[in-house]
């Protein structure tokens, strides 16, 4: 019988390629979503498979991590070998605004998924291995390197939450038995990031003034250092931590950081301008500031390179001209859409939309 996984965040980044990269290995895989009134399954849909039809291993349930009996029946419904955490309110700087929103999903959505993948092993005898996702940003002010002996010091509403939902895996694993791992991701992107996020923010705004769809790119602070890896890459350290004869807890990232001005250099350069072109482009406002920043994350993979094996196989430069040529080509597609649309100037278009959304 193949493997069953749940993963809760399914139709994220990172939901989406672990999903891939499972049924690739053989399991049945679970989505967890929540219900909305428009679709938002375009990172799955490729996925997706009538399941009414023969071999259908991917299926999608409603849910919400914020009702606990809900959480308890889809636990016994799919009957899982496998848990893996990856929803949450996830931008920090969102939680700023919503930072009750962002604590309600984090810590009560954590600890009642805990508590029913505990009750359906203690009813059931069968065992379920669960993953909770962690997160750089609990390091906070701590400088850098980061390790897992680094002593965490959060400095939004997003790393609180997330390090009680670190501490509760740590204590359901040593209180109940129950085999429980973190994983520390440090930044990990792709071009299935959301364009909040100033990675993709960054290669979307690149791609659409090239083609004079927009006409300035407005971010926050460009001193800002991070350890920037592939989603890809990182899902499969999952996976392989819920695989190891023991649960722990590992740091995965690159170990190399660069700042946000880099980041900005790579991008406008595969997008075809020159070095120093972006300089007259990029707008810095007070407004996407944070009210407390990290200023440097920079991980030490060591531990899950020993023990699980894994190494991440993609830099942060190779990364940023894979999401502008993803991004390229929907730039293209834009523009030919707008002009298709009897919108016949660049000025036209440009006025369209002058700025990105934070």
Same mark, same amino acid.
């Given at each position: 019988?193949?493997?069953?996984?749940?993963?809760?965040?399914?139709?994220?980044?990172? #939901?989406?390629?672990?999903?891939?990269?499972?049924?690739?290995?053989?399991?049945?895989? +679970?989505?967890?979503?929540?219900? @909305?009134?428009?679709?938002?399954?375009?990172?799955?849909?490729?996925?997706?498979?009538?399941?009414?039809?023969?071999?259908? *291993?991917?299926?999608? +349930?409603?849910?919400?991590?914020?009702?606990?009996?809900?959480?308890?029946?889809?636990?016994?419904?799919?009957?899982?070998?496998?848990?893996?955490?990856?929803?949450?309110?996830?931008?920090?700087?969102? @939680?700023?605004?919503?930072?009750?929103?962002?604590?309600?999903?984090?810590?009560?959505?954590?600890?009642?998924?805990?508590?029913?993948?505990?009750?359906?092993?203690?009813?059931?005898?069968?065992?379920?291995?669960?993953?909770?996702?962690?997160?750089?940003?609990?390091? #906070?002010?701590?400088?850098?390197?980061?390790?897992?002996?680094?002593?965490?010091?959060?400095? $939004?509403?997003?790393?609180?939450?997330?390090?009680?939902?670190?501490?509760?895996?740590?204590?359901?694993?040593?209180?109940?038995?129950?085999?429980?791992?973190?994983?520390?991701?440090?930044? +990990?992107?792709?071009?299935?990031?959301?364009?909040?996020?100033?990675?993709? *923010?960054?290669?979307?705004?690149?791609?659409?003034? *090239? +083609?004079?769809?927009?006409? *300035?790119?407005?971010?926050?602070?460009?001193?800002? $250092?991070?350890?920037?890896?592939?989603?890809?890459?990182?899902?499969?350290?999952?996976?392989?931590?819920?695989? &190891?004869?023991?649960?722990?807890?590992?740091?995965?990232?690159?170990?190399?950081?660069?700042?946000?001005?880099?980041?900005?250099?790579?991008?406008?350069?595969?997008?075809?301008?020159?070095? @120093?072109?972006?300089?007259?482009?990029?707008?810095?406002?007070?407004?996407?500031?944070?009210?407390?920043?990290?200023?440097?994350?920079? #991980?030490?993979?060591?531990?899950?390179?020993?023990?699980?094996?894994?190494?991440?196989?993609?830099?942060?430069?190779?990364?940023?001209?894979?999401?502008?040529? &993803?991004?390229?080509?929907?730039?293209?597609?834009?523009?030919?859409?707008?002009?298709?649309?009897?919108?016949?100037?660049?000025?036209?278009?440009? #006025?369209?939309?002058?700025?990105?959304?934070?």
């Amino acid at each position: 019988m193949p493997k069953v996984a749940l993963i809760t965040g399914v139709t994220g980044q990172d #939901g989406s390629y672990l999903a891939e990269h499972l049924l690739s290995l053989g399991y049945e895989v +679970h989505g967890m979503i929540r219900r @909305s009134s428009s679709f938002n399954t375009d990172r799955v849909d490729h996925l997706y498979h009538d399941p009414h039809e023969a071999g259908a *291993k991917f299926t999608l +349930h409603h849910g919400d991590l914020t009702d606990p009996m809900g959480m308890r029946r889809l636990i016994g419904q799919v009957g899982p070998d496998e848990v893996y955490n990856l929803a949450a309110q996830s931008h920090v700087k969102t @939680s700023f605004d919503q930072p009750i929103y962002t604590v309600d999903t984090i810590v009560m959505g954590t600890i009642g998924l805990l508590e029913a993948v505990r009750d359906y092993r203690d009813t059931t005898g069968h065992e379920v291995r669960y993953y909770q996702a962690s997160s750089s940003e609990m390091f #906070g002010a701590s400088p850098p390197p980061q390790s897992e002996a680094t002593p965490f010091r959060p400095r $939004s509403p997003y790393a609180c939450a997330k390090v009680y939902a670190f501490y509760q895996t740590v204590n359901y694993r040593e209180a109940y038995g129950l085999f429980a791992a973190n994983g520390i991701l440090f930044n +990990h992107e792709s071009p299935r990031r959301l364009e909040t996020f100033v990675t993709r *923010k960054i290669t979307r705004a690149a791609t659409r003034i *090239k +083609h004079g769809l927009q006409a *300035k790119l407005y971010v926050g602070n460009l001193n800002a $250092s991070r350890d920037w890896g592939y989603a890809g890459d990182y899902v499969k350290a999952m996976h392989a931590m819920l695989q &190891a004869d023991t649960a722990s807890d590992y740091v995965i990232a690159t170990g190399a950081s660069h700042s946000v001005r880099e980041w900005l250099e790579w991008a406008f350069l595969a997008a075809g301008f020159k070095a @120093s072109d972006w300089h007259d482009l990029v707008e810095v406002d007070p407004r996407y500031y944070r009210p407390s920043e990290v200023d440097a994350l920079c #991980g030490d993979p060591s531990k899950a390179g020993k023990e699980l094996g894994w190494k991440h196989e993609m830099t942060a430069h190779r990364l940023c001209g894979a999401m502008v040529s &993803a991004d390229e080509m929907l730039a293209r597609q834009e523009y030919k859409f707008a002009y298709e649309e009897k919108l016949t100037t660049p000025q036209y278009v440009v #006025g369209l939309s002058s700025t990105t959304t934070e």
